[in-house]
């Protein structure tokens, strides 16, 4: 069996005669796959939806570790994120915003700043992205 | 209504009590994205495997559109990517290779290594990601 830790894999298949696939990994629900009109139908996820929920999901992970680590228990968290694309090819993001709700009892906001600086060491997808985007954080800290 | 040419988004919340969490874009079925243990359980996608699917739908989309275009019609296509991570923090990915079999009358090495090259001025994906990590592709042309 593969060791997650070193290596990962998906597949992607073309599903329909326009840009619909079916993305998957070994144990998941296949994931909807599609672009835009007028090239795609809207049937699934954009490529580029897909990476906002990669990072957001990856800074969500590095965020709730560390601050688990710090005694806190999390009561909720959520990220919207939001990307804003280049106006020339390659469309990539310029900028993605995440906006982040959190609960968990006793929690500061220069704890919760402090923990932000440390996830830029343990996020990988925010350091593969980072030459190119810029990820700025928007947080709300709930009572 | 967002303009998905300009901006995208989407919404992550956490499930449980260690680090399930689902993702979201309106209009598509939720994904169930974690990690894998001792901190996570294994229960859905990770980060970097999300990161996979971006980007092969990406390179996928953006070969599709150009063959097309060029009068091929597409009769099968799928691409199997594999990731290594750094062994260091932040465990990004510092390889991914990308598997492509396509199925096309008519098509030939030249025409599909030509599309290859083409793709990296329209594969937003490639582009926010190329200066961290290096993405081989490896092609299967059937019969």
Redesign the interface.
Known sequence: MLD???????????VN?R?L?E?S?E???S???D??PP??D?L???????????????V??AL??LLRRGGKT?E????????????V?????EEIHLNIEIKAANLTSPEFEKALTLIE?????????????KVVFHYKIED
């Open positions: 997650k830790s070193k290596q990962l894999t998906a597949s992607l298949s073309l005669d840009l696939f993305g990994v144990g998941n629900s994931v909807a796959i672009y835009i090239f795609g809207n699934g996820y954009t490529s580029l939806e897909l990476m906002l929920l990669s990072l957001s999901s990856c969500g992970t709730l570790v999390i909720k968290f959520s990220i919207k994120s939001e990307g804003i694309r280049r106006e090819h390659p469309t990539a993001f060491n343990i996020c990988p997808v925010w350091y593969m992205i980072k030459g190119s985007t």
